[in-house]
């Protein structure tokens, strides 16, 4: 997933593991594209890759606006977002201030 994003120029790719913090998935991964036709060219690049390797996509949510796009793989749900929409929404912060406050409350 990580190759197909970068090969069509993503930007801060990022992987948030979440193994014992949520039920949602093991782990996010956060892309940028710089506009919102790359958002939807990374985004189907990634869907392809999915499916190339044999695994299935279960839901696309965003597309049409196509500012944050949210892949969800199962396992690993991939967000890619336009920058505007990635500093909005800031999700490395939201799931470091839950690791924070896991670690002051150990």
């Given at each position: 997933?990580?190759?197909?994003?970068?090969?069509?120029?993503?930007?801060?790719?990022?992987?948030?593991?979440?193994?014992?913090?949520?039920?949602?998935?093991?782990?996010?991964?956060?892309a940028?594209?710089r506009?919102?036709?790359?958002?939807?060219?990374?985004?189907?690049?990634?869907?392809?890759?999915?499916?190339?390797?044999?695994?299935?996509?279960?839901?696309?949510?965003g597309?049409?606006?196509?500012?944050?796009?949210?892949?969800?793989?199962?396992?690993v749900?991939?967000?890619?977002?336009?920058?505007?929409?990635?500093?909005?929404?800031?999700?490395e912060?939201?799931?470091?201030?839950?690791?924070?406050?896991?670690?002051q409350?150990?």
């Amino acid at each position: 997933m990580r190759e197909a994003a970068l090969d069509k120029k993503a930007e801060d790719v990022l992987t948030l593991p979440l193994e014992g913090r949520t039920i949602v998935a093991d782990a996010f991964v956060l892309a940028t594209g710089r506009s919102k036709v790359q958002t939807r060219a990374i985004a189907d690049a990634v869907v392809e890759k999915v499916k190339e390797s044999g695994g299935r996509v279960a839901r696309i949510e965003g597309y049409a606006d196509a500012g944050w796009i949210l892949l969800d793989l199962g396992s690993v749900v991939v967000h890619v977002f336009t920058p505007e929409q990635r500093a909005f929404y800031n999700l490395e912060r939201l799931w470091g201030a839950v690791e924070s406050r896991q670690a002051q409350s150990s």
